[in-house]
């Protein structure tokens, strides 16, 4: 809920040694908390339960196809863009039951809800780009009519930390997709980190609720001339940018471009991609078994349009190879997208470019496609 627009939006510097005052004050709502933390080498949203717990003094570097770590001494906690893991996997699980069966000792068969009764969950350090893959997430799962119940019972005891973005990686281009990198009210808390601590803005009244019992003090005009300049940068240091112009129209008029053949050349269809994507939805449904057959519980599990099985109807595999699987990637993000949910599903966090074990860019996919189509 946003905070009502007549009552005083909480703002203030909260210290760097306060931290651990906002992660009390979750913990006293009763929220699990996550946040960003270095594992396997990598920053990933792990439990957190200090400010210690932060990757304090690391940034990385990205490319297509890689992603490094480095130990830099800075201060902060935040120095770095993001990591493999967006919010995708806290709401709509990797693999998780969705029912079970069974025979009552009549033999009939009986069905029971297996549907989450989740702790509400508090996530530090989200990103503008991964607020707006929420948002299209939230479209899909959360639609009128057909609210998808495992995603809601998470979604619905969300506490949102947001931390504006000041070191975009190589491979982000949320600017041109009109995403980032600045944080928007859609979450609780906005933070700006800087050497010393945080200028926290309260966005909703969750927000200002924990805001409240922190112990802010006033955002100096120095402090705040810093964060405007950081914010400026972090804006103007992107050099990757997704091609403006309709994708969807540029996209379908080039269905049998030479391009998707050279792609499919180097792709592994691996499904990497997909999977890092914060916005990619696809699933599918298994039934596992019971070795006695006397029950079975009913999975949904990601897939992705890169697998033989997702295209496969009645002994018939639609897209039969990698082209046909790349192509129906993009088009489908970039293009028809638009037709279900009113804008690109692409919001720029450069995750598929990074994670690709072969470097494929889709923004340099894309204009090849638009400039040799002759677009
Ligand atoms: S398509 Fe790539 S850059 Fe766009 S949202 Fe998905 S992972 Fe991020
Ligand atoms: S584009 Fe890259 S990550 Fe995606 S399926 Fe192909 S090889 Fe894997």
Redesign the pocket.
Known sequence: MAVNATSPVRRGFLPREAFDTLLRALDGAGYDCIGPRVDADAILYREVSAGADLPQGMEETQAPGQYRLRETGTPRCFAWACGPQALKPHLFAPREPLWRSERDSEGRLQFRSTAPEPRPLAVIGVRA?DLA?LALQDQHFLRAGSTDPYYARRREGLFLVAVNCTHPAATC?CVS?GDGPQAGDDCDLVLDELDDGYAVRAASSKGETIAQQLPLQAVTEAQQAQIDREREAASTAQSRAMPAGNLREHLFNAWEHPRWAQVAERCLSCGN?TS?????FCHQQVDVPTLDGSSATHYREWDSCFTQNHSYIHGITLRPDTRSRYRQWLTH?LGSWHDQYGRS?????????TWCPVGID?TEEVSALLKEAGT
Do not use: D, H, M, S
Not at 276 to 280: A, D, F, I, S
Not at 345 to 353: A, H, P, Q, S
């Open positions: 780009c893959a281009f997709t991609c890092v994507c914060p916005t990619c993000k599903g692409c919001v720029g966090c450069g995750r598929c470019l889709i």
